[in-house]
């Protein structure tokens, strides 16, 4: 199994950014390898941010980050990063990265592989 790494957490004020990375541990897996993040909230279910395909043509996000958020991923560094623009106290959550069964454009995919997360606080 691949590990996931993720960092980049951390506190920030509404409006800010952040910028999450995510580690693989394992370069040939990640090459090939549709990624993805996932977010939980307190008291909440976890929530589909988005996923990319293996060569980062292309990404699908959730409605609720739709225009805010950016999925990229450098394959030569085994690294997929997530990027917040516009944040909102209904961000604050633990982002995870997960490797992804397959990519979708119509459906949230089932996961292969999950990181331990990172905490984000956005606060009003």
């Known amino acids: 199994q691949v590990e996931l790494v993720e960092s980049g957490g951390g506190l920030v004020q509404t409006g800010g950014s952040l910028r999450l990375s995510c580690l693989a541990s394992d370069e040939r897996t990640f090459r090939s390898s549709p990624m993805g993040w996932f977010r939980q909230a307190p008291g909440k279910d976890r929530e589909f941010v988005g996923g990319i395909r293996w060569n980062g043509s292309k990404a699908k996000y959730g409605d609720s980050v739709k225009d805010r958020f950016a999925i990229s991923r450098d394959n030569a560094k085994s690294t997929v990063y997530l990027q917040m623009n516009n944040l909102k106290p209904e961000d604050t959550a633990i982002y995870y990265c997960?490797?992804?069964?397959?990519?979708?454009?119509?459906?949230?995919?089932?996961?292969?592989?999950w990181g331990q997360g990172t905490a984000v606080t956005v606060s009003s």
């Open positions: 997960v490797v992804l069964k397959y990519y979708s454009d119509v459906e949230v995919p089932p996961v292969d592989q």
